[in-house]
């Protein structure tokens, strides 16, 4: 465990297990992503008289692609969830700039869990925002504006990290 931050992110967790199960989601994902990554050219079927396997598997692998990129989204929106989380129960020690940002425009979405709750609204809400492109106008801004500091005050809590 962290300091200051509770199993399962959650100071009591319910029926949901807090943020257990988002943790089975994540493993379950890049569990499946590990399967879809084995190349479509091993389990080449020839066509046209042997001429073009390459053209018969393409269509594959290009499917096998876009859904591994489907579940590294969801992957990282849950990632996102789960930091935001654990951030909520270090307050009041800050963040840097970037960080703070990022934070301050995921929690304009998704509230911090308080009490156990399904977590699949969540998931769409910061997915959403993931792919918007909204985390990275909101990085830029912040970037422009403030010109931050990565160093910080704080760093030798995490030495062990």
């Known amino acids: 465990g962290s300091p200051g931050v509770p199993k399962l992110l959650m100071a009591e967790s319910g029926i949901n297990s807090g943020y257990m199960i988002l943790q089975y989601t994540t493993a379950?994902?890049?569990?499946?992503?590990?399967g879809l990554c084995f190349p479509a050219s091993a389990d080449s079927i020839p066509t046209s008289m042997g001429q073009e396997d390459h053209v018969s598997m393409g269509s594959m692998g290009g499917r096998k692609a876009l859904q591994v990129a489907k579940n590294l989204e969801k992957i990282q929106a849950i990632e996102l969830l789960t930091a935001c989380q654990a951030l909520t129960f270090r307050r009041p020690m800050?963040?840097?700039?970037?960080?703070?940002?990022?934070?301050?425009?995921?929690?304009?979405?998704?509230?911090?869990?308080?009490?156990?709750?399904?977590?699949?609204?969540?998931?769409?809400?910061?997915?959403?925002?993931?792919?918007?492109?909204?985390?990275?106008?909101?990085?830029?801004?912040?970037?422009?504006?403030?010109?931050?500091?990565?160093?910080?005050?704080?760093?030798?809590l995490f030495e062990n990290y």
């Open 28 to 34: 379950a994902l890049a569990s499946e992503n590990k």
């Open 94 to 156: 800050p963040s840097g700039a970037l960080l703070d940002s990022l934070y301050q425009k995921l929690r304009s979405r998704v509230s911090f869990a308080a009490v156990d709750r399904v977590f699949a609204p969540d998931i769409a809400a910061a997915q959403a925002l993931l792919a918007s492109g909204e985390f990275q106008q909101t990085l830029a801004k912040a970037l422009k504006n403030k010109h931050p500091d990565f160093a910080s005050a704080y760093e030798s």
